[in-house]
């Protein structure tokens, strides 16, 4: 798969996301954004959030 986003894209903050989460971030993420670049984004700020290391698994086990 070709990462729309590279990690660590903003401001020098250098991430270290899972690539299954930031798969399936950006899956869900693509449901609000139609441009696949500002849904990777979103994506890695979510993964990068104290406590969101896990965030998208925890979306999907709650079923939101």
């Not at 798969?1 to 299954?20: E, Q, Y």
């Amino acid at each position: 798969m070709k990462w729309p986003c590279r990690k660590g894209w903003r401001k020098g903050k250098a991430t270290k996301v899972d690539p299954a989460q930031l798969r399936m971030g950006i899956k869900v993420e693509r449901e609000h954004f139609t441009d696949a670049r500002r849904a990777c984004r979103t994506a890695v700020d979510h993964l990068s959030e104290k406590g969101g290391k896990r965030y998208y698994s925890r979306l999907k086990k709650a079923r939101l």
